[in-house]
């Protein structure tokens, strides 16, 4: 007799259903911009190409990324118990925020490929896009502040005030960014410093996404509490998966170069947590490799190095242990048995743990 | 006999009291940034050195430049009756949302020197200062919906709610340093589209200073709006002003190099207006040197050509039409006797006709 397993919702199902509640939204929201920021800006979110021409897409995979974010953010309101368009504001304003970290980012990094794309930077001169940039990060707080757009004065109802939240994981943000470029002139990074980067540079937001989410849809302080930590964990398991497709993604599923963050000589967590294991051959040999720019026959090797000193299995182990603990969050947090389910399916995909 | 003349507070001393009102704030709220971003911030601020040493300087006249927006929000709130520390919040955000402007502009057109110092990019890198300038912009939507500092949830009391006011601004402020960029590469640029981009990147944030401090100091809506027109056409001077100095200008009161704006070929009010004058020999002259980067000699020229095409004619008499017109409004605008002296104050300042 095989035990009955219970029915989880499919992840992509999940998605496509809040992409589709976010997307028109996200659109009227840009849609208020002038011409100028709106140019780049939909030309990021991959509605239109370079010369404004719009791009047809599949719902739910075009080429804006997967909309993961506001997705917590409109579960959490339902599993709260309230309408999942209270919360569609918030869900646009995180939606807003790590856009405009993307394009910043990538003027930052020098990245020229985003999404399978020239990134707007790329297209339009670093200028124009740390503009547009600066202009999806003020729009995130207008919408927050008036509802779905950055109109007249005067908030509409009494919802919470998001603003100082938003503002609050926009500098932890900023901060993890920060010490992420900082790590790239450094010797030495260690482990602790750099969990506490991606929980600055990603984990934030995620929580933010979710404890926005769960006070726009009417929860208890302590339900916020809960979902913030839940969505931390989340987020921390998407980086370091992240940084694993940095180093072993495949380029036509990521959207990047093979290798890329090697190349860039990223002390992402699976390379810091190689070089700190104590793994005399393969952790020294990396050390060494790490201390100039790599040619492209040594990416490969330095890949393999990374592998034998245990910072590939650092990671997996990581992201297993960060999603239980998100979960065991999750279920204390008590919402309803479908935004539960809905927001496990979601943590699964975020971890790669979904399939 | 001569008419008595009525007394006229001191634009400076009007300055000195609002700086010392606002400097505590300011300082309070960006002390809330996490050390990565309030490093950069400071420095710029002139606050620090490059390696975190305090800078002393006499109070008003300190590294961070003259902070001339918030005066004109904290003497509005005075003017509509209010409390000036009813304001304080707003004055703060204003100065947050420039500084964090000129951060970014000097980073996209490369400037390293601004108020006689290097640029807060020349010395931490650009994507530190890039960095640097978003955290100021989150700051001032903090500041505004909080109160002084970014710290946890919730609105203290029932003031206006500022945030979209201030983020419509900042876009409008966005589109004009995108105009303004654009208007580098085009051969041709119209005097009316000029003056648009320089509304939008000067005089809105203006023209946000004056309505938000008389909305927080509890203005009537025709009052907010008769200051926001005041504002604004103070802020087009000023801009007409700084575009004068950008040619003319004494580097050692600049702190720019001289002839700057002509060494990028900026499209600044003073070369559109004598390019659109239709003055055949200067105009056409003018035109012809700006098609290509300008050599060293021939920068005297080019500045000899934009005067003798009518150029710095046009920008004097402009500024003294706008001056008019703001002082029409301020005096509609029916405040206190006291606040519309000192706005007076600062306007003729702001214009450069404060002698």
Known sequence: MTEPVAARPCAADVLARTRDLLDPALRRAVGTLPPSMRRVAGYHFGWWDARGR???GASGTGGGGKALRPAFTLLAAEGAGGETTAALPAAVAVELVHNFSLIHDDVMDGDRVRRHRPTAWA????????LAGDSLLALAFAVLATGTDSGPDGRTDNRPDGVPVLAGRVQSLLDGQSADLDFEER?????????????GKTAALFGCACALGASYGGATPSQSVLLEAFGERVGLAFQIVDD?????GDPAATGKP????LRNRKKSLPVVAALASGTPPAGAALAALYRRPLAEPELARAARLVEEAGGRAW???RVDGLLDEALESLRAAGLTPEATAGLEALARLAADRDR
């Open 54 to 56: 719009p791009i047809g």
């Open 123 to 130: 297209v339009f001169g670093r200028a124009q896009a740390i």
């Open 187 to 199: 010797a030495e990074v260690g482990l602790g410093e750099c969990v506490r980067m991606a929980e």
């Open 244 to 248: 694993l497709l940095g180093i072993w």
């Open 258 to 261: 093979v290798h890329s963050d």
């Open 315 to 317: 990671s997996l182990a």
